[in-house]
């Protein structure tokens, strides 16, 4: 792949094979490209040139690495902690959440 082909990143699920006999015949490995971290898949491709010649860690805080999911959870969990005590409370405080 030629890096203007990573300008506009797209993740695109690859078909499965059902009758795989192994795990690692469920995909065509052949047809499928790379996968990038989805840390990187809303940073622009030149930025993280950029990134990596400077070798400035920092700019890499700017872009979040957790899907709004995950940010849920982290909120839904939080607030249980505050509001509860215990394992089971806690747990079923977040089960009533959803």
């Known amino acids: ?30 047809l499928v490209g790379r996968f990038e971290p989805s840390l ?6 030149k930025d993280m040139l950029a990134m990596v010649k400077v070798r400035k860690t920092e700019e890499w805080l700017k872009y979040p690495c957790h899907t709004q999911a995950v940010e849920r959870c982290f909120r839904i969990v939080s607030e249980a902690s505050e509001s509860v005590y215990g394992d089971e409370k806690r747990h079923c405080f977040i089960l009533n959440r959803k």
């Open 40 to 45: 990187l898949m809303n940073v622009p491709f």
């Open 1 to 30: 792949m030629k890096m203007e082909d990573h300008q506009n990143k797209k993740f695109q699920v690859p078909k499965i094979d059902f009758k795989a006999k192994d795990y690692f015949e469920l995909i065509n490995w052949q």
